[in-house]
């Protein structure tokens, strides 16, 4: 039986698009999870008015996947997938909470899209920021912004 040069041609590019999926999961683990594709914006940094760094390691820390159903879980709300980034936090002292952030590896998780109406304010709000000690997975606080 001859296989065509064809047949070869597409069973080669097939396993090709595998293994670079395959490597590409690989290469964006961290621990047990998934950070997502794209990073906080400044817009997200200015609605915060935090300062955030990239983590070194993500070795000993809770995982993406977990930050997620923690935040989840404070919103009494199935685990969605909404955006999750690992970095430093440090408060600039506008969030108000009772935690010092100062260089603190957390996980931010933001829920956007959303229409949500401020108590007694005109205000609708957007954006739901939850803050999740990376090490410990306490939740540390939750903003909502417009």
Do not use: C, N
């Not at 690989?26 to 300062?51: H, K, N, P, V, Y």
């Not at 690992?86 to 002292?93: H, Q, S």
């Not at 005109?122 to 090490?135: E, G, K, L």
């Amino acid at each position: 039986m001859r296989i065509s040069r064809v047949a070869l041609f597409v069973v080669e590019i097939a396993l090709v698009g595998i293994v670079t999926a395959v490597a590409v999961q690989a290469l964006s683990s961290r621990a047990g999870g998934t950070e997502t594709s794209t990073d906080l914006t400044a817009a997200d940094l200015a609605r915060l008015q935090i300062s955030v760094a990239p983590v070194a390691s993500a070795a000993g820390l809770i995982s993406a996947d977990e930050a997620r159903v923690i935040g989840a879980r404070s919103w009494q709300i199935e685990p969605s997938k909404p955006d999750v980034f690992l970095k430093l936090v440090t408060d600039e002292g506008t969030i108000g909470t009772e935690h010092s952030l100062q260089q603190t590896p957390a996980w931010i998780v933001r829920y956007s899209g959303l229409s949500v109406p401020g108590p007694k304010t005109a205000v609708t709000f957007h954006f739901r920021y939850v803050f999740i000690d990376a090490a410990t997975g306490e939740e540390l606080f939750s903003r909502w912004t417009p």
